[in-house]
């Protein structure tokens, strides 16, 4: 985290951002593993903070994964 912390602002929604639009727009050998680390990178997130998240927080974490695996669920059956 302290890493993280470190990095410009918008280096981290930079960099998932490239990620999530690999994951759209490339090969599926190379989309499936993007997606890998977006709903890698925000389980890792979600999981620190979910103790001090409230319900809203949680549903919302819960939420972004969900897409997220969605997209790659998507992306791997040809429906995107």
Same mark, same amino acid.
């Given at each position: 985290?302290?890493?993280?912390?470190? $990095?410009?602002? $918008?280096?981290?929604?930079?960099?998932?951002?490239? /990620?999530?639009?690999?994951?759209? /727009?490339?090969?599926?050998?190379?989309? $499936?593993?993007?997606?890998?680390? !977006?709903?890698?990178?925000?389980?890792?997130?979600?999981?620190?903070?979910?103790?001090?998240?409230?319900?809203?927080?949680?549903?919302?974490?819960?939420?972004?994964?969900?897409? !997220?695996?969605?997209?790659?669920?998507?992306?791997?059956?040809?429906?995107?």
């Amino acid at each position: 985290m302290v890493r993280l912390s470190a $990095l410009p602002p $918008l280096a981290l929604p930079a960099v998932m951002l490239a /990620l999530m639009l690999v994951g759209m /727009l490339s090969p599926l050998w190379l989309a $499936l593993p993007a997606f890998a680390l !977006v709903a890698a990178f925000v389980s890792w997130l979600a999981a620190l903070s979910w103790p001090v998240l409230d319900t809203r927080g949680k549903l919302l974490r819960g939420l972004v994964l969900g897409l !997220v695996l969605g997209a790659a669920v998507g992306r791997a059956r040809g429906w995107l």
